[in-house]
């Protein structure tokens, strides 16, 4: 059954190091999305893309972040410099048009 | 908000008991999806509802969708150990966007 990966499972970096969290959505979908989830908290929008650019973002999404589709099958997202509320449970999902949307297993980013 | 808020945030019952969870929503939408969540784990689809759908079920699972209510509910029958998780709605609205709601925290007591 095809699945949306996630690399790496869990990363820890320095407060204001970058980091490039890795989704390799399922091939034939065309909407690409990043949630996170701070502990114990609920699962929050950041941003969808579709057709090599931004559809729709969220307050959260700043400058500090930012999305790539780098080739026709990754999706990264960038945080360019941390801070210690980063820390959260990133969420690349995918979808066909106005289907389930299909959610990888996550990366853990811990900012120390 | 365009999210979705689920009621209760917590809800414990014996295994075989059934298990209902609410989702209340605000804007129009194109569909509504249950997503389930095991403590520190990825999210797995359990059911999409349409707009135009009243009712769906897919296993143990029926969920239901009154529109003019902007409401959706959950059922889960014969509840299993193995069903302690926290379940989120998630609607979806135009342009493929989806949101997720606050979640209901199950859990089933053997």
């Known amino acids: 059954e095809p699945e949306v990966t996630q690399t790496p499972s869990h990363q820890v970096t320095q407060m204001g190091q970058e980091v490039i969290l890795r989704c390799v959505p399922i091939?034939?979908?065309?909407?690409f999305y990043w949630y996170r989830q701070i502990l114990g908290q609920k699962v929050e929008f950041l941003v969808s893309?579709?057709?090599?650019?931004?559809?729709?973002k969220s307050e959260i999404f700043d400058d500090q972040f930012s999305v790539e589709r780098p080739d026709g099958s990754n999706f990264t997202l960038k945080i360019r410099s941390t801070k210690l509320e980063d820390s959260a449970m990133y969420f690349c999902?995918?979808?066909?048009?106005?289907?389930?949307?299909?959610f990888g297993q996550g990366t853990r980013l811990t900012v120390v | 908000s365009q999210q979705g808020e689920e009621d209760p945030q917590a809800l414990s019952i014996q295994e075989g008991e059934n298990a209902t969870m609410n989702c209340s929503y605000k804007t129009s939408i194109n569909n509504l999806q249950w997503y389930r969540q095991n403590s520190g784990r990825g999210l797995v689809h359990l059911i999409l509802i349409r707009s135009n759908e009243r009712e769906k079920h897919s296993g143990r699972l029926r969920v239901t969708l009154d529109t003019s209510k902007k409401s959706s509910s959950l059922l889960i029958t014969a509840s299993r150990a193995a069903d302690t998780a926290s379940y989120f709605c998630a609607t979806g609205v135009t342009g493929n966007q989806f949101y997720f709601g606050t979640g209901t925290s199950l859990t089933v007591i053997p």
């Open positions: 893309f579709y057709n090599n650019e931004i559809s729709e």
């Open positions: 999902a995918s979808t066909s048009s106005g289907t389930e949307a299909f």
């Open positions: 091939s034939n979908h065309l909407y």
